[in-house]
């Protein structure tokens, strides 16, 4: 097994095909399947099934892709590490929108303008994904907002705690239980599933026994924004994504029957037995800027 048949091995999962995947690295279609065939033999494991001609990944090449990302990753950060000190340098970050657009991408700038040589890789997604991305070995950093991390495989860096708020426009009935009693207001305007505090909230009105009759899924904040701020419905968001509508008194925050419970913004990285000094830089200078 060697560092070129494992890449083979990902750009034929990328690309689902063995002519793409020659295609796009410059090789035959027969030297692809020749490389992906001696992968088997050495595993002893079937990499692929073929239905209808569309290639599956098996459950056994599932069980293995986190650690073939984090040997790549590391081959390639090492080739980093022997060039020139000037060669840009690259760090592969996952995060979601309401740290993005709430001082994140302000703290990504400033340490590029700090370290120039550096190249940053921004991946936006779901908290629960980012996570993911990271355990795969797909990114370096991954930020999440959450209650809690539990693995341990994962080194978690608490940033600062997240208010989570139930939001509606500034004419809404004040409390959470008159709004859902309300039929122009109980409609719930909310990002994906996938969302950590969405699934809080859905199982807060579980618990105190509320029923949610309407719901619109967006998948940008801005978007959801813009609904609530057209008073149509409500939303659940973390508190500094709605400051400024607040403070303009074009949104408000609606009083709920119990406090929901209190979320953080998280930097993890994944427990290595090397570390990636870069990785390491960044959060030093991300703790200090935010």
């Not at 410059?26 to 992906?36: F, V």
């Not at 693995?151 to 139930?166: D, Q, T």
């Not at 990002?191 to 579980?206: A, G, L, Q």
């Not at 609904?227 to 925050?253: A, H, Q, Y």
Request: aromatic share 8%.
């Amino acid at each position: 097994m060697n560092i070129k048949q494992l890449k083979i091995l990902k750009a034929l999962i990328d690309t689902g095909s063995y002519t793409k995947t020659a295609k796009l690295l410059n090789y035959t279609q027969s030297n692809i399947s020749q490389q992906i065939r001696q992968l088997e033999i050495e595993l002893k494991n079937e990499l692929f099934l073929h239905s209808n001609k569309q290639l599956i990944q098996t459950k056994f090449l599932l069980q293995i892709m986190p650690l073939v990302n984090d040997y790549i990753s590391t081959h390639d950060q090492i080739l980093n590490v022997s060039k020139n000190e000037n060669n840009n340098k690259k760090l592969k970050i996952a995060a979601p929108e309401s740290l993005v657009t709430t001082g994140l991408s302000d703290a990504i700038k400033h340490f590029l303008e700090k370290y120039p040589d550096t190249d940053i890789d921004l991946y936006n997604n779901s908290c629960n994904y980012n996570q993911t991305l990271l355990m795969n070995g797909e990114v370096d950093i991954a930020f999440v907002i959450n209650k809690e991390i539990q693995n341990k495989y994962i080194n978690k860096h608490i940033l600062s705690p997240e208010e989570i708020v139930v939001v509606a426009h500034k004419d809404a009935p004040n409390s959470l239980e008159e709004l859902l009693n309300n039929k122009r207001y109980n409609h719930f305007v909310i990002n994906e599933k996938d969302s950590t505090y969405r699934k809080m909230f859905e199982e807060f009105v579980d618990v105190n026994n509320l029923k949610i009759e309407k719901k619109t899924e967006l998948w940008s904040i801005n978007t959801i924004k813009t609904f609530i701020l057209d008073n149509m419905g409500f939303s659940v968001l973390p508190l500094k994504t709605v400051r400024e509508e607040i403070r303009e008194n074009n949104l408000k925050i609606i009083e709920t029957c119990s406090d929901l419970p209190v979320f953080y913004s998280f930097a993890l990285t994944k427990k290595k037995e090397w570390e990636f000094n870069l990785a390491n830089l960044f959060l030093k200078e991300i703790k200090s800027f935010l």
